[in-house]
């Protein structure tokens, strides 16, 4: 004997509606009608689908506009279609891409700049002092010089070119 309250499988249940508008072959339908006499639960259910399609039937039918296939038709393919160019996704990343190079150069653009107006002010006091520092720190020995007549003479006395002229063992080595 077959539980009255035995769970239905979900073949069962579809084919109910099958049952119900007659599209089951006959074995098939043996099998139900056998369910329905030995299972409650089927035997509700039926009984509920019967009912709904009473009530379906019940209701009056209204024709679709003349123009609904059509309609339909057209927001399935809108549905379908691409989504505008800046909606897409390559379209979207390539835009932030681009405002951050725009932004790269921006940066690099205003460092070249002040690097450029940074060497284009005048030096300070302290510049030039330390710009010189090696004359300065000899200015002693260059003002006991006097003037640079002194020094020309210097040059082209024979103690100097003597002293200066390379030997003959600073001009063997490469």
């Known amino acids: ?10 073949e069962q249940r579809d084919s109910f509606v099958a049952y ?5 072959d006959e074995q098939k339908a ?7 006499a030995q299972n409650e639960v089927a035997r509700h259910d039926v009984e509920s689908l019967a009912a709904t399609w009473e009530l379906l039937d019940a209701m009056p039918t209204m024709e679709a506009p003349h123009d609904f296939a059509s309609k339909t038709m057209a ?29 790269w150069t921006v940066v690099v653009v205003c460092a070249v700049g002040g690097f450029l107006l940074a060497r284009s002010v005048p030096p300070s006091d302290n510049d030039v002092l330390i710009n010189n520092y090696s004359l300065i720190r000899n200015l002693d020995e260059y003002q006991e010089v006097g003037s640079i007549d002194f020094l020309e003479r210097l040059q082209r006395s024979v103690a100097w070119t003597k002293r200066n002229r390379p030997s003959a063992n600073t001009e063997a080595r490469p």
């Open 75 to 103: 927001t399935a393919k809108l549905e379908q279609t691409a989504p505008p160019l800046q909606e897409q996704a390559w379209f979207l990343q390539s835009k932030r891409l681009t405002l951050l190079l725009a932004g």
């Open 20 to 24: 119900l508008d007659g599209e089951l």
């Open 1 to 10: 004997m077959v539980n009255k309250l035995a769970r239905l499988t979900a």
């Open 30 to 36: 043996q099998e139900i009608e056998r369910l329905l």
